[in-house]
C-alpha cells in the first residue's frame, strides 16, 4: 500500500507542480504586478493558516480514508474548473486568486491526515525510510513538474498544463479506494471538533520542544519565502520565459534531492542544531544571490544551492515534529506545524511583495536573504535537539473503582483529581522541582488547572490537584500518557515512601 500511494503521490504532486507553474505564468501573461504575481503565493498558502486546527482535528477523530477522498474529489472539480475557463479565456487575476484559493483548501484538508497515514502502511521500523521516500518523491515532482509545466505551456498554452493535473488526481483516488484500511478500536470516548482542537493547542502550549520547532520554522519561513513569491518576475525580468521559470524551479527541487542525500551523512558528522544553523545560513546566501543574479546559468547554481539547504531545514525540523507528537494527536500538531509554517510563508509572500513592488525585485530579496541569515540566533533560544522520545501510549494509570456509587455519565464535569504523596523531608525540594514538570504533562494531556500543596499540619505530605473538563476528558487523559513521560513518574516514585493515593471527585448540583 505504501508503493502504491508513492508512485500515485508523485504524479499528483507533479500535476500539482505543474499547475503552480502555469498558475504564476499566467498572472504574469495578464499582465499583472510583482504584487498579484505574488499574491498566487499566497493564495496558495493563506488556506493551510485558515484551515489547519480543523483540518488537523478532523484528520485525528474521523475516518482518514473517506476524508481522503472527498478532498480529492473537491480538487479534482476546482482543477477542472479553472482548466475550462481558461481555455475559454476567461480567466482574470482575481478569478485565478479564487480558485487557486480553493484548490489549495482542498490540499490543506487534505495534507495533516494524509501525512498522519504514513504510520498505518508502515512497520515502526520503516518510518524513517519511509518519510525519507515521501521526501525525494515530493522533490522528484519539484524537478520534474515544473520542467515539464514550462514546456506545456510554450507547446500548448497554460490551459493544457491545468488539465493535466485534472488527470494526474485519477491515481490517488483509486488507489485510496481500494485500501482496505483497519477500523481504529477506540477505548475512550470519541472527541468533538471543537473539544479536539483545544485538545491540540493545549498540546503544543505545553510541549516546550514542538514549542520551539515551531518558532524555528515560522519565522525562517517568513524571510525563506520570497524568492518563491518572485521567482516569477526574477525570471521575467532575466527574459527566460515560462521555460526557464519551469527549469528554475526544477533545479530547486534537484537540489534538493542533493540536499536530501547528502543530509544523513552531515546529521553523523554534526549536531543537528549545527546542520540546521548551517543549512539556514546557506539559504539566506542563496536569496541574496538570486536578486544579484541576472542570467539564466547563475540562477541554475543558485537554485540547486537554494534547493540543498531549504531540503535539509524542512526535513530536520519536520521529522522532529512527528517524533515528539504521539499518534492521537499527531494529525493536529502537523496542522499547527504547517498553520505557523506556511503562516510565515503566506505573510512573507505579501510583505516580500510590496517591498519588491516599491523598491524593486533586489532589494526585496537581500533584505529577505539577510533576515533568513539572522534566524540562525535563534538557535541559542529554541534550539534543535539531537535526540527523540519514545511517545507510544503507556496506558498504566489505575483507573478508579467505583463500588459504593455510580459511574459519572462522560459529559458530567468538571473533574478534580488529587494525588497524595508522603515525601521525606529532605527530598521535598527535588520532588517540587520534579513535580512541576509533571504538572506541564498533566496539562498537556488535558488538565486546565494544575496546582501542588503541601500540608500543614503534616510537613511530609503533598497533595497534587488538577481539573479536567469532563469525565471523558479525564478517560481519554489516561490514554495520553507516553512511555517517554514514565521515567519522569518513575523519578517521582524515588522521592516518596508510600504508593500515591489518588481520589476522583466530580462537580454536582
Known sequence: MFRYLLVADVVSDIGAFMQSVGAAWLMVSLGAGPMYVALTQTASTLPFVLLALPAGAIGDIVDRRKLILFTEAWMVAVALVLAVATLAGIVTPWLLLALTFALSCGDALETPTWRAVLPEVVRQDDLPAASALNGIEFNIARAVGPALGGLLIAAAGVGATFLVNVASFAGVILVVARWKRPVRQRTAPPETLGGATVAAVRYVRYSPEVRALMLRSGVVMFFASAPFALLPTVASNAGTGAIGYGVLLGCFGAGAIGGALVMQAARSRWSTEAVASAAVASLGATIVATGMAHRLGWLIIVMLASGAAWIIFISLVSALVQSFAPDWVRARVLAIFMLIAQGGMAGGSAVWGIVGARAGVAAALLWAGLGTILTTALGRVARLPDTTVDVSPWVHWRMPEII?????????????????????????????????????????????????????????????????SSWAEHLRQHERFTRADRELEERIGTYTQAEPKVRHLVASG
Open 404 to 468: 459504593h456509587g455510580t459511574a459519572p455519565d462522560i459529559d458530567e464535569g468538571p473533574v478534580l483529581v488529587t494525588v497524595e504523596y508522603l515525601v521525606a523531608r529532605q527530598k521535598a525540594r527535588e520532588f517540587l522541582r520534579v513535580m512541576h514538570s509533571y504538572g506541564r504533562v498533566r496539562r498537556r494531556d488535558g488538565a486546565f488547572r494544575w496546582g501542588i500543596f503541601r500540608d500543614v499540619e503534616h510537613e511530609d505530605v503533598y497533595v497534587e490537584t488538577f481539573l479536567v
